[in-house]
């Protein structure tokens, strides 16, 4: 099993800054693809960013391209989502996600999932 912790998510204004972290435990993960995805209310979970623990490859969705990145500590076993430039329309419930292998745009690909976090973007 797997499992994944988020912290970092708050309220902050148009334009600010956020860190997500995204704590993985449990088994070894070298060969995990991480995916950070987000649901705003009355709308579908969609993919952000996606990066694999091993190589140095990362997929973004064009909504957050240029604003947002995702990076890995392997070291910490921790993933982090820096989001910049925030707009209201960012405003939604991000989770964390694990699959084996390559990275996915698809929430259905995933086999397991942190309990998600806030982020509020006020204008």
């Known amino acids: 099993q797997v499992q994944l912790v988020e912290s970092g998510g708050g309220l902050v204004q148009a334009g600010g800054s956020l860190r997500l972290s995204c704590a993985v435990s449990g088994r070894t993960v070298s060969n995990y693809a991480m995916g950070w995805f987000r649901q705003a209310p009355g709308k579908e979970r969609e993919f952000v960013s996606g990066i694999r623990w091993s190589g140095s490859s990362t997929v973004y969705a064009d909504s957050v391209k240029g604003r947002f990145t995702i990076s890995r500590d392997n070291a910490k076993n921790t993933v982090y989502l820096q989001m910049s430039s925030l707009k209201p329309e960012d405003t939604a419930v991000y989770y964390c996600?694990?699959?084996?292998?390559?990275?996915?745009?698809?929430?259905?690909?995933?086999?397991?999932w942190g309990q998600g976090i806030q982020v509020t973007v006020s204008s």
């Open positions: 996600a694990a699959r084996l292998t390559w990275v996915s745009r698809s929430n259905y690909d995933y086999d397991y």
